[in-house]
């Protein structure tokens, strides 16, 4: 019986893993895109993260691709709260499965089958049709497991009397909750914890009401396994993490103190729509319970999000915590991520220069900001790197190109940076005889770095640059005739040309870095 209990659970998580996968490969970047562009209000949010996941049979994904939107600053933190809400009720749709279609199939007749075409299309097919044999062959695995817990749940069911798990008034619920949240933690998975409840609720081992604290309970630990997952995150990633585990801890005590008519009232429908099973009738309260839930949130998503982001403060954070690792992202948001990195690093590197030429005090040893930018650069490639473009999607190749170029200039300006007494020596107008301003070009481009939309700033800077290699072209031979004519030593020439070219060196790259960064902007280039 139990060996039965815990086989079933088994294939029914590696089949969901395997479906999960499949689909969301075969989805591709569409299913992201549609993520996306559906966010311009928080209802159109709900319907898309239900939708995708829905499609997807992941909620986990969803979330993912909503802390990449939020952490490249693709959508606001409100606008993503519709996506939070809609991944929550989408994930409803597994019960659903379970109970309309898996607890009452032949499993001879139609899953093993679907293994066994998923499989050949898994290993005789190719791209996205390879991807779909995985997720045909993951579904009929999930409906393997059910038939396996069945098997198990109907042992169960002859040794285990469920008056045994009653308990009186509240103390009964909340332990009922308190064991449903620990299954979705032990499981990894609040859908493989809902189809053991279904399950047990079609074979007569759980009553309705059992089954639902349970399943208030499991919508809370699947909050409990992002929340610790977030821990050292984004800020994005907290924030998601916080808003999911808020909705579902109010949307599951709402439901908590109404259970007793909301049970009754959804067993009337059910009865009236001819849904006679209990599995059917607990698939409808999951569902219900969350649509509630919606109902509560859904009209004060934007005092909800002041909520969190007041609970969730920005806090000191690396350089590349833009960056979202996990998951394959959307080519959109990863080269937004990329390009927001290398403009907070290029951000840095202009305070660093410009600090060389005003003195001030330091927040941080330069020798440890100069590391850091470096590990953050080193990071970009890194996250670029699975990143592949081509010439014909014109917009993703010229941003990837764009950013490929602004990480290498930013490489020699962190170069250049090293040096703080050559850069200090850059302060005064000898160098390039008061022709042009290093510290002029600096401010103008941190001007810009901070708001990119600052195009008077751009300008300044690009004119800057200019007047720099003029400089430079008038000034390096007239330091070599005033040596000539002894007005000036060999060394002190040295020291005038090694300051000119470096002037020279910080103008060019700091343009170019300017120039690649509005480049990798969306839009046109």
């Avoid at 039965?4 to 490969?25: H, K, P, T």
């Avoid at 009401?209 to 610790?228: H, P, R, S």
């Avoid at 200039?409 to 005064?428: F, I, P």
């Amino acid at each position: 019986m139990i060996g039965a209990l815990l086989g079933g659970i088994g294939l029914f998580l590696l089949g969901m893993g395997m479906m999960s996968s499949g689909l969301q490969a075969v989805a591709g970047d569409r299913l992201q895109g549609l993520l996306q562009r559906w966010t311009s209000t928080p209802a159109r949010g709900v319907l898309a993260g239900t939708v995708a996941t829905a499609l997807v049979q992941s909620s986990s994904a969803t979330t993912l691709a909503t802390v990449g939107f939020v952490s490249a600053g693709l959508i606001s933190f409100p606008a993503a709260l519709g996506l939070i809400y809609g991944a929550n009720l989408g994930t409803t749709s597994t019960a659903w499965i379970v109970s309309v279609i898996g607890l009452k199939i032949d499993v001879a007749a139609f899953a093993l089958p679907l293994i066994g075409l998923g499989a050949a299309l898994k290993l005789f097919a190719h791209g996205r049709r390879s991807q779909a044999g995985l997720a045909l062959a993951g579904f009929g695995m999930i409906f393997l497991g059910i038939d396996v817990l069945q098997e198990g749940m109907a042992g169960m069911a002859a040794a285990f009397d469920p008056a045994g798990m009653a308990r009186p008034g509240l103390p009964g619920a909340l332990l009922l909750v308190g064991i449903g949240a620990l299954m979705t933690v032990v499981l990894q998975a609040s859908s493989a914890a809902m189809a053991t409840t279904l399950t047990a609720v079609h074979a007569g081992t759980l009553s309705l009401e059992q089954a639902a604290f349970l399943a208030i309970g499991q919508n809370v630990g699947t909050t409990i396994t992002a929340a610790l997952g977030s821990t050292g995150g984004s800020l994005a990633a907290r924030r998601t993490a916080a808003a999911h585990l808020l909705f579902n801890l109010v949307t599951g005590l709402a439901a908590l103190v109404i259970i007793v008519p909301f049970v009754a009232g959804l067993r009337w429908i059910a009865h009236k729509a001819g849904w006679e099973d209990p599995a059917v009738q607990l698939s409808l309260f999951h569902t219900s319970f969350n649509l509630l839930g919606l109902a509560l949130f859904l009209p004060q998503t934007r005092p909800f999000a002041r909520l969190v982001e007041r609970l969730v403060k920005e806090r000191a954070t690396a350089l590349s915590h833009r960056l979202v690792e996990r998951g394959s992202l959307l080519a959109e948001v990863r080269l937004e991520s990329a390009r927001l990195t290398v403009r907070d690093v290029a951000a840095v590197v202009n305070e660093l220069l410009l600090g060389c030429l005003i003195p001030g005090p330091e927040r941080r040893p330069r020798e440890q900001r100069i590391a850091e930018a470096r590990a953050a650069l080193d990071a970009v490639r890194d996250y670029l790197a699975p990143l592949k473009t081509d010439p014909s999607t014109p917009e993703a190749w010229r941003r990837h190109l764009a950013l490929l170029h602004a990480t290498d200039h930013l490489d020699r300006l962190v170069d250049a940076s090293v040096d703080a007494g050559a850069v200090a020596d850059l302060g005064g107008d000898e160098p390039l005889g008061g022709e042009a301003s290093v510290e002029s070009l600096l401010v103008q481009a941190g001007s810009w770095l901070e708001d990119d939309t600052r195009e008077e700033a751009y300008r300044s800077a690009k004119e800057e640059v200019l007047r720099l290699g003029r400089a430079r072209e008038r000034r390096r031979p007239q330091v070599l005739e005033r040596t000539a004519r002894g007005e000036l030593s060999p060394l002190g020439a040295e020291q005038t040309l090694h300051s000119i070219r470096l002037a020279e060196r910080i103008g060019e790259h700091t343009g170019r870095v300017l120039h690649y960064l509005k480049d990798a902007a969306a839009g046109p280039g």
